[in-house]
Nanobody, 126 residues
Framework: QVQLVESGGGLVQAGGSLRLSCAAS????????MGWFRQAPGKEREFVAT????????YYGDSVKGRFTISRDNAKNTVYLQMNSLKSEDTAVYYC???????????????????WGQGTQVTVSS
């Protein structure tokens, strides 16, 4: 069983930056694919980014490419999401997700992940 705890959300002005963290426990982090998703009120959960075991492979959703960066520290069992040039449309609850032990293509949809954090609110004011 994998437990995930997100932190780092908050209120920021448009154009600003935030860094989200997700601490994992209960599994073998170094062989776990990690992802970030977000969900705004009234909308479906949206893929933001995913990262492979070593960090060499990363994929991003089209709406965040060039602005957000996903990274991981396997020694700390933590994945990060650096968010720059934030826009009001980035306002959402951000969720960390984990898929342990999978080899191959990184999932870019919510169904590809078995474990989820509780979410952290990010609000961007315009």
């Amino acid at each position: 069983q994998v437990q995930l705890v997100e932190s780092g959300g908050g209120l920021v002005q448009a154009g600003g930056s935030l860094r989200l963290s997700c601490a994992a426990s209960g599994g073998t982090f170094r062989t776990t694919i990690m992802g970030w998703f977000r969900q705004a009120p009234g909308k479906e959960r949206e893929f933001v980014a995913t990262i492979g075991w070593s960090g060499a492979l990363r994929y991003y959703g089209d709406s965040v490419k060039g602005r957000f960066t996903i990274s991981r520290d396997n020694a700390k069992n933590t994945v990060y999401l650096q968010m720059n040039s934030l826009k009001s449309e980035d306002t959402a609850v951000y969720y960390c997700a984990a898929e342990p032990g999978v080899v191959g293509r990184l999932p870019q949809n919510a169904a590809g992940y078995d474990y989820w954090g509780q979410g952290t609110q990010v609000t961007v004011s315009s």
